[in-house]
């Protein structure tokens, strides 16, 4: 089993930063593919960005390119996302997951297995 605790939404201003963190504890972390997800009242899951174990590869939505960056401490066993230039539009929860399946792509819910309970981020206009 893999735990996963998200820490640091919160209220920001249009234009600022946040940086989201992930512990997890359980499985060896290290040997996972991590993702973060976001949801909005109202709408669908949707993926936000990823970091691969082999090769440190990050992956990200086309709506956060350049704005979000994403990365792991495996001594640590925390991910974490920095959220640069923040729009109103990234009010969400903010969710992180371990990818278990290697049948889908790294954007999609399918392949993550083990999810935290979300943090809030709300961007004020």
């Known amino acids: 089993q893999v735990q996963l605790v998200e820490s640091g939404g919160g209220l920001v201003q249009a234009g600022g930063s946040l940086r989201l963190s992930c512990a997890a504890s359980?499985?060896?972390?290290?040997?996972?593919?991590m993702g973060w997800f976001r949801q909005a009242p109202g709408k669908e899951r949707e993926f936000v960005a990823a970091?691969?174990?082999?090769?440190?590869?990050?992956y990200f939505a086309d709506s956060v390119k350049g704005r979000f960056t994403i990365s792991r401490d495996n001594a640590k066993n925390t991910v974490y996302l920095q959220m640069n230039s923040l729009k109103p539009e990234d009010t969400a929860v903010y969710y992180c997951?371990?990818?278990?399946?290697?049948?889908?792509?790294?954007?999609?819910?399918?392949?993550?297995?083990?999810w935290g309970q979300g943090t809030q981020v709300t961007v004020s206009s």
């Open positions: 359980g499985r060896a972390f290290n040997m996972y593919a």
């Open positions: 997951a371990v990818r278990v399946s290697g049948s889908y792509g790294y954007d999609d819910r399918m392949a993550y297995g083990y």
């Open positions: 970091h691969t174990w082999i090769g440190g590869s990050t």
